[in-house]
């Protein structure tokens, strides 16, 4: 079965500095690969998705993601965060006909 | 991008009762709609995968008696969970997805149960 980890649960980062948040998968089919965010007592909203074509995806709010084929990754980057990206980070995968799954998501925390 | 309205935002029951969550799709036809339950800081769990007109299919340890979903048209789908008991408490969220594309999905703002 299809899993997605995200190594690190949480992520305290001063104000202004680069972060990544790191997420792994399991399928070596296909894959489509989305990062979302959740702040506190909402729904998710879609950061990015790589369906196809040029690994660097960039998505809103400045965030971007590298899908890595070889090593199964798609670690999600911002070069300088501010305090209100603090939230929840879900990254989520569909192989063939799946609904999503989530990794346990990792808390960002952007110290001031 | 598409919008998901998800009502209501948060609901206290009694022990004993049953709540009803609303999930509405406002600007696109969802074929798909998908049930999450998410307990604190933990990521989210999914329930069931519902199809308009058709019988949800709830994943494994999901009960089909206690969670009830309901997928009477293309804008709308509603979760009922009977007989609520505390440990029923939780962030419920759903998400829809247009038509056969499945690489995206548009998720609710979730509903916060509280059952006392």
């Known amino acids: 079965a299809q899993s997605v980890t995200q190594l690190d649960s949480q992520v305290p980062v001063f104000e202004e500095a680069p972060v990544e948040l790191r997420c792994n998968y399991s399928s070596s089919v296909s894959v489509y690969l989305f990062w979302y965010v959740q702040y506190p007592n909402q729904g998710l909203q879609l950061l990015l998705k790589?369906?196809?074509?040029?690994?660097l995806v960039k998505g809103i709010n400045g965030f971007e993601a590298e899908f890595n084929k070889s090593q199964t990754s798609f670690h999600l980057r911002k070069p300088s965060v501010h305090i209100s990206d603090t939230a929840e980070y879900f990254c989520a995968v569909i192989s063939g006909n799946t609904p999503l799954v989530f990794g346990k998501g990792t808390r960002l925390s952007v110290i001031a | 991008g598409a919008v998901v309205s998800q009502h209501p935002s948060w609901v206290i029951c009694k022990s004993g009762t049953s709540v009803k969550i609303e999930c509405r799709s406002l600007d696109f036809q969802a074929t798909t709609m998908f049930w999450y339950r998410q307990f604190p800081k933990q990521s989210l769990m999914l329930m069931a995968t519902s199809n308009e007109g058709s019988k949800a299919t709830y994943e494994q340890g999901v009960e089909k008696d206690k969670f009830l979903i309901n997928h009477a048209s293309l804008t709308l789908s509603t979760l009922t969970v009977t007989s609520a008991h505390p440990e029923d408490s939780s962030f419920y969220i759903c998400?829809?997805?247009?038509?056969?594309?499945?690489?995206?999905?548009?998720f609710g703002q979730g509903t916060r149960l509280t059952v006392v």
């Open positions: 998400s829809a997805s247009q038509g056969a594309q499945k690489t995206e999905a548009f």
């Open positions: 790589y369906l196809s074509g040029s690994t």
